[in-house]
């Protein structure tokens, strides 16, 4: 295969950003192909249903993040593959989850039923718990670095995942229903859930490049920044786009009365609030020089995405 000389790649036009997320979505979806057992395997309900939610359209965020932070870190984005799939399947199991009657209550996700519309509440549960579980075995398929052993890129992921950051932030999330949040508050929740993950994601890729302490420091605070800045559009994008274009039910936050950037701050100081957290999250990449311009790129994007 011919590659382009390390400059033209550097200066390639921000356009072609389209064509890199797209051929990066490929490869991480035909790795989770072979990582996931496949639908005939015994019992072939749970099979099916953990694939069906995996295979349902994300826009593999996650995983595209691992990649570019593995690149941007100097590695090579094919050894970043394991925790890429890693933590998109995290994200998953967390989606399903938190789809559930007993938590957000959807009957969308990806643009299809969600998962306990079609298979049930109780497998929706256990498909959850199947893609948690499985998220480790595929994390474990991670080759160490002279800095990072297979315990420290372990360590990164279980706590990412428990009680102290997605967990925890559920937590908050499920004690704050119904109240008037403040924004510390909903900040609170948001770093623990939506940052936290898009910040583990980041400094995965970067492990597997054996990152300098100051590269994943510099990955540590672009991907906080990152994250609630994603959050902030999330929240503005369910009451400006149509359920169509999110796949999942448009102005529910309104609907059910839900602490969200726009009910805290009002729409137009949320849209504020998203570029200064993307700023801010820009602001951190120079420790990454020149190879950190895909993240950059990713950054601007995510600002102006429409789902
Ligand atoms: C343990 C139940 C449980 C939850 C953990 C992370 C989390 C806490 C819950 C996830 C649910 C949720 C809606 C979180 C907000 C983060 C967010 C904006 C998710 C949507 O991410 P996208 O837009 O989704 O990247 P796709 O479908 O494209 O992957």
Redesign the pocket.
């Known amino acids: 295969m011919v590659s382009l000389p390390d400059f033209l790649v550097r200066l390639s036009p921000v356009s072609d950003l389209k064509a890199y997320l797209k051929s990066q979505q490929i490869l991480v979806d035909d790795a989770l192909k072979s990582f996931l057992p496949s639908v005939t395997t015994r019992p072939r309900a749970i099979h099916q249903g953990m694939r069906y939610s995996i295979f349902a359209g ?4 996650r995983p595209v993040l691992t990649l570019a932070a593995a690149e941007a870190c100097g590695g090579d984005p094919s050894a970043a593959l394991a925790p890429a799939c890693a933590v998109e399947v995290m ?1 998953t199991y ?2 399903v ?2 789809d559930l009657p007993s ?1 957000d209550d959807d009957d969308l ?2 643009g299809r039923p969600t998962a306990h519309k079609v298979f049930g509440e109780g497998m929706a549960v256990l498909i959850g718990d199947a893609l948690l579980t499985e998220s480790f075995t595929i994390l474990a398929q991670t080759e160490p670095t002279k800095r990072y052993s297979l315990k420290d890129f372990i360590l990164e992921f279980s706590e990412c995942g428990g009680s102290k950051k ?2 925890g ?2 937590v908050l999330d499920l004690e704050g229903d119904g109240q008037k949040l403040t924004k510390t508050q909903l900040v609170r929740i948001h770093e623990n ?2 940052a936290a ?1 898009l910040t583990t994601s980041l400094r995965l890729g970067g492990m597997t490049a054996n990152a300098t302490p100051r590269q994943l420091e510099a990955l540590t605070n672009f991907g906080y920044h990152l994250g609630l800045a ?2 902030v559009v ?1 929240d503005i994008l369910d009451v400006t786009q149509s359920t169509e274009t999110l796949g999942k039910t448009a102005g529910k936050d309104e609907a059910v009365d839900k602490a969200t950037y726009p009910a805290v701050l009002g729409l137009e100081k949320s849209k504020k609030e998203a570029a200064r957290l993307t700023k801010k999250a820009l602001n951190a990449l120079p420790p990454l020089g020149r190879k950190g311009r895909r993240l950059e790129e990713i950054a601007h994007s995510l600002l102006d995405r429409e789902f």
């Open positions: 994300g826009k593999r965020l994200h967390s989606l989850h938190d938590m996700r990806r997605l967990i932030g559920q859930k939506t993950l994603f959050q999330d």
